[in-house]
Structure formats: C-alpha cells, structure tokens
C-alpha cells in the first residue's frame, strides 16, 4: 500500500511538473491569431468553362440537407431529384437527423466513397463541413451549396433562394406595415449559427435603423434550434417576457409554423402579428383561422430544381462557378453566376388569403 | 497490494462443468464484441465499395477520435462503479474556450495547457462532490454536465471561431495520416493511450483497486484502498481527457463553438457499456471497450456507406447496446442454473 501510495504521489507531482513546465515554456511565444496567415489554396479546378458543352449523362447528385426530417429541405431536394431525371442523372438525399454543426461531415465522406459527381449541401456550420469538401472538390466532386452557404473556397456555386438583403429588409417592411410602425417585435429563428438566418437577421437589423422604424423596437432573437417543440416554447417564453409584443418575425418555415400554433391557441391570436418564411402547406391553417396575415418564401421547388441544373453544368464542364458565366436551368431559363459564386434564384413570393390555395408544397 | 481482492476471478462464474478454452472465450462479451467487429470489416470489405480504402478507414476511425479517447478514463470510471455524464460539456468548453482565446489573440500553445487546466479543473469540481460531498456520480455530473455546457456558452456565445493555425489543423483532419498507414495522428496518440490505460488497469495495484472497489466499494476500503483519493484522480483524468477531446475536435472541424459534441456522453457510455463493462461496476476489460467503440465507429461507417437512414442506425445501436447488458446475464444466470442442478442431483434434499 505505501510503496504504491508514494508512487502514485510521485506521479502526480511529475505530472504537475511537467504541465507547468508546459505553461512556463509555451507562454513565452507561439502562434497566435495575428502570426499566423491562413494560406488555404483555393481548392476550385482550373478547368475552363465550355458553355456549348452539352449536360452530361447518368450524372450522380448527392444532396445533404441539413437535417432529414425538415420538411422543407424535403421539398427541395426532392424537386433536385426530380431535375436530375430530366437530363438523364440520378439524385438522392442522405443526411444527419439532427442540426448539428458537426453531423453533415461523416455524409460528405461518405458521398466522397460513393464517388457522387457533385454534392449538393446546406451547411449547419460553414466551416465544420469544409475539410471533407475541400477533399471532394480536389476528387474532382463538384460541390453546390443551396439554402446555407458554406465558407467560399469550400464549394464551387452558392444557391441563394433569394438576395439576403432582400429577404431580411422585406419581412421587417411588411410586419412594420402590420403593425403600424409602432410596438416591440421579436424574432425566433432556427440555430444560433445557421448562416442563411443570421444573414438574414443582420438585414432586418440595418433595416431597422431606418427613421421609419423609430418606434419599432427588436427586443430579443431567440432561436428554437429549427425543432417544433423548442420553436413552440420558445414562442411561450416571448410573449411571457414580453407580454406588449406586437410583431415576431420567424425566417424559419419551422419556427413560424410552431409560432403561429402557439398563437392560435392562446390569447394572444389577432394581438400579435405573425410574419416570417413559411410553406403553405404548413401556414395554410393559420392563415385561414386568422393567426396570420401573411408569410413568405421562395418556391423551394425552384431552388432544387436550379441547384440539380447549376450542379450538372458544372460537373460537365459547362461553368467552373467564375462570375458571369451563364447556364442554362431546365424550364427556369437562362442563370448568371454572379460575384462569389452567387447565383440568386429569384424574389420571394408573399403568400395570403388570397393566394394560397394555389399552391401545394 | 495482496490486500486487494482480486475480484475479476471472484465474479467470474465459478466452477463451469467444462472449462475448455473455446468455452471459456464464448462466454465473454468483450470477445463477442471483438468477434463482430471483424465481423463489421470482413462484411464492409466484401460488400461496400470504398469501405477498405485507406481513406475511408482513416476516417472512420478519426471520426470517433474524441469518443474513443473519452472512452479510455470512462472506462475506468465505470469499472470503479462511477459515471460521468459532464465529458461531452467538458468538450465543448474546451472546444469554446479555445475558440474564445484565440479570438483574444493568445498563442495556441499557451492555449492547450490553460484548456487542459481548466478540465482538470473540471474534474476535480466532480471529485470533490462525489467524494467530499458525498453525492451519487451520476447525480452530480448531470448537475455539472448542465453547468460546463452553460459555461461554454459563456465563454463564445452563440459565435464559431475559425481560422485556426494550418499545422495545428492539418494534425487533427482525416487526410494527414501517419506515413504508410491509415491512422491519423488523434487515432495514433488513442492508441497509444488505449495501451498505457490497459496497463493501469490490468497490470497495476491502481488497476485492482478499480476493479475492487466497484465490486465492493467498503470492502475495498476496509482492505486498506484509498477509496476516494483514487476517484477523485479517476474525475481528474476523464475532465483532462474530455477538455483534451475538445481540443482535439476544434481542431477537426475547423470550428470552435459552445455547442460541439452535444450528446457526445451517451454515445461515450454506449460504447463503453457495449464492450462489456458492467455498469454496477467491478467488470470489464479495457480490450472490449476498445472493440465497442470501434464496433459502433465502424458500424455508423458502414452503415451510412450503403445509406441506411440514421435512425436505422441509432436503432441498431440500441439493440447491440441492450444485447450487450442482457447476454451476459443471461450468460450468468444460465452457467448458475446448470452449476445448481449439477451440485443438486447427487444429494436430492427436497
């Protein structure tokens, strides 16, 4: 018993030792933030573009959204997969049943094994899933960001829905025309770090600075992780803190629609104006028992549809994602890829009484 | 050091009618674990394609890097009749914090040691409850396991930090595997880890005295074992693996965030427990909880390779999970039965 008791006391104290020895040695210099220059290559082919070349045949599309069960993505991907068919390729979704920001990555590799020609993802985390697409892009796998872009040098072609500028200013323009320009307003969003939301929310911000929305006052962003029942409670717990809430704008087609069930059922149905990005499908009840006025969206359709396209010209040569090369998208027309690798599908639809019964997704 | 009852052979079921090699083998759970997952690779090579690449496997395995080396002192924990639910706080705090520093301009040197600090920190907060305190393991790291994920949150918020240096990075990504092999630098320092943990455990003083005191934790101290400075140590090592862990995963993803490896301690105990280790403490070996994280590492691998959905995949998890507690009951209760009957035919009493 002592003999080991000393040894493990001679242990620790070597640990101890060695630990701040460790600190001693290593404090004095190293690499920091401000030394270090991140020199990442850009990973994009240096292939040129043949904009006459025609669209290959039997291409493979994997499409990761960024959770399987998201109703929303579903839409998306699926009008993808449908796309693929019309040029003679074959598509299909794989993905992580949670957000997380890490959980896109072991499905990148996997699509790398299953050598797809181009990976179609909206990223949970910009930079977690770059590695493995970086690893794709140098395999020659295209790679084609949709709904949530990655970091730029980790794909070839981002599929806004819409300009983020647009989509942020035009739901804070429309509530403030709910509400009178008067009254405070909260957002609830999806996760902290999804990209497409906080650009989103950085707009509604600039917008709100405008004299016009002096007496509009953004008390909190809280965020319901893109979960129905955390988006629900989380909705519960806004209008306990603030019980004069006039406005919530949900940029998420989870959130609102957990929002809007929360609001039809309580007292606060008519009081509270619901505005935000939504499905009809989803918003169609609610729309119709007065909880919303209106809501909007791209058509998801769409966006799968351009994304299958612009990642079947690039994986047969058509565009390399340089700005201003155009390609052709199916029924859609003529696309330009614009600055970054942008290219913008179009302005989102506002959805009401009036026009929601004409549509089904 | 005789003191210390050697309870491996104490629990083992005793007197076996016929105690040939092969028996004794089909008996453990760790073999089986070990024997399925070659299994898992025969069945992966053979039928997956890209399954055998160099690539693959090296990132399948990097892939559970963080949960294999949380695994280790868990192990440990578990045969001394602890758990710790806090590890995969632990992570994102050290994940966060080192996100936070760098954003501050530290150097990432001094960076490691102060994370590292922070989980022995950790750690000893754990300790101190369960043995000071006197609180069940399980009551306080759930406390804790709440408290490190808040701090985390403190420490970054709801921000992700990047850009971390280049030759820190490329130490921890899937691509940069040792020469001539498939491991990668996380997998290789695991397995060498994973070493100096089978020797403690099975080739130590220290190590009988885990076994003994999850087996009878009074006994153990009766028997002159320091019960609670060696559980303290235990809480110790699993906050600076864990604190580590995060590090390490930071490093793989590219991204510091409070939120990283949310859920991670399930998936730790799941392994741990899917190798055999008896959660009432007291039993295991460090070789099966080394096959149950690979086996579920590989697995995830294989199955996402032919695209079976994730809940698929949690499902068949689960099932190896409450295979891995029921058969070696059922094992146990079957080897009783027959050894009863054999003692009881001579000499019917009733």
Redesign the interface.
């Known amino acids: 018993m002592m003999l080991r008791n000393a040894a493990g006391r001679r242990a620790v104290a070597t640990a101890a030792t060695a630990v701040s020895l460790a600190l001693a040695l290593t404090a004095c210099s190293g690499t920091t933030k401000d030394s270090e220059d991140t020199g990442g290559a850009k990973a994009g082919s240096s292939a040129k573009a043949d904009p006459d070349a025609p669209l290959k045949k039997g291409l493979k599309l994997g499409f990761l959204p960024k959770q399987i069960n998201n109703p929303y993505e579903k839409i998306v991907d699926e009008a993808g997969i449908a796309a693929a068919k019309e040029y003679g390729g074959t598509g299909k979704e794989v993905g992580p049943s949670d957000a997380n920001a890490s959980s896109q990555v072991s499905y990148i590799n996997t699509l790398i094994q299953q050598r797809q020609d181009a990976i179609l993802i909206a990223a949970n985390d910009p930079n977690a899933v770059c590695g493995p697409l970086k690893q794709a892009m140098k395999k020659d796998i295209k790679v084609v960001a949709y709904d949530s872009d990655t970091a730029k040098d980790c794909r070839q072609l981002f599929i806004n829905q819409a300009s983020s500028e647009e989509i942020g200013r035009s739901l804070v323009q429309h509530l403030g025309e709910q509400i009178g320009y008067k009254g405070k307003v909260a957002i609830l969003s999806a996760t902290q770090n999804a990209t497409n939301q906080n650009t989103w929310i950085e707009y509604m911000k600039e917008e709100l600075k405008l004299p016009k929305y002096k007496d509009m006052k953004l008390v909190k962003v809280a965020y319901g992780d893109d979960a129905d029942q955390k988006s629900f409670q989380q909705t519960q717990g806004l209008m306990q803190a603030y019980p004069d809430l006039k406005g919530i704008i949900s940029p998420t087609t989870v959130g609102i629609a957990a929002a809007a069930r929360y609001l039809s059922d309580s007292s606060y149905k008519g009081k509270v104006v619901l505005n935000g990005l939504g499905t009809p499908n989803q918003m169609r009840k609610y729309v119709k028992d007065g909880t919303v006025e209106q809501f909007s969206l791209w058509n998801p359709e769409e966006l799968g549809y351009l994304g299958s396209y612009a990642a079947a010209a690039l994986a047969s040569g058509q565009i390399t994602g340089a700005e201003g090369e155009k390609f052709e998208a199916g029924k859609l027309g003529e696309y330009t890829v614009g600055k970054d690798g942008e290219v913008i599908l179009g302005e989102p639809t506002v959805f009401d009484s009036k026009n929601i019964d004409t549509f089904d997704f | 050091?005789t003191?210390a009852p050697d309870t491996k052979t104490a629990s083992a079921p005793r007197a076996v009618t016929k105690p040939s090699l092969v028996r004794a083998l089909a008996l453990r759970w760790d073999t089986a674990v070990g024997v399925l997952l070659v299994a898992v690779l025969v069945v992966g090579l053979g039928t997956t394609?890209?399954?055998g690449?160099t690539?693959?496997l090296a990132?399948a395995f990097n892939?559970i890097a963080e949960v294999a080396l949380i695994a280790l002192p868990m192990t440990l924990l578990v045969v001394a009749g602890q758990v710790d639910l806090s590890v995969a706080s632990m992570l994102g705090l050290g994940s966060a914090l080192t996100g936070a520093l760098?954003?501050a301009?530290?150097?990432?040197?001094?960076i490691?040691?102060?994370v590292?600090?922070v989980g022995v920190a950790g750690g000893l907060l754990n300790g101190w409850l369960v043995t000071k305190v006197g609180l069940p393991s399980l009551a306080v790291t759930i406390g804790t396991l709440a408290l490190y994920r808040g701090l985390a949150s403190v420490a970054l918020g709801?921000d992700?930090v990047?850009?971390f240096?280049?030759?820190?990075a490329d130490w921890a990504?899937?691509?940069t595997t040792v020469p001539g092999t498939f491991l990668t630098y996380p997998v290789l320092l695991f397995v060498v880890l994973a070493a100096v943990t089978a020797v403690v455990l099975h080739a130590t003083?220290?190590g009988r005295s885990l076994f003994a005191i999850g087996a009878q934790e009074e006994a153990a101290y009766f028997a002159?074992?320091?019960v609670k400075?060696i559980k303290l140590?235990l809480f110790v090592v699993t906050g600076l693996f864990s604190a580590f862990a995060g590090v390490v995963?930071t490093l793989?993803?590219?991204?510091a965030?409070a939120?990283?490896?949310?859920?991670f301690e399930m998936l730790v105990i799941a392994s741990v427990l899917l190798g055999g280790i008896d959660f009432d403490g007291g039993k295991g070996t460090l070789f099966g909880a080394v096959a149950g994280v690979l086996l579920i590492g590989l697995l995830?691998?294989l199955l996402?390779?032919n695209?079976i959905?994730?809940?698929v995949q949690?499902i068949v998890t689960g099932l190896l999970l409450v295979a891995s507690v029921l058969t070696p009951r059922v094992v146990a209760a079957v080897v009783e039965r027959r050894h009863r009957r054999a003692a009881n035919t001579p000499a019917p009493q009733q």
């Open positions: 050091m003191t394609e890209g399954f690449s690539e693959n990132f892939d760098w954003e301009g530290w150097a990432f040197e001094t490691v040691p102060v590292l600090l709801s992700a990047t850009d240096p280049q030759v820190y990504v899937d691509t003083g220290l002159g074992i320091r400075r140590l995963f793989r993803y590219g991204s965030r939120d990283n490896g949310l859920g995830k691998n996402t390779l695209d959905a994730n809940e949690v």
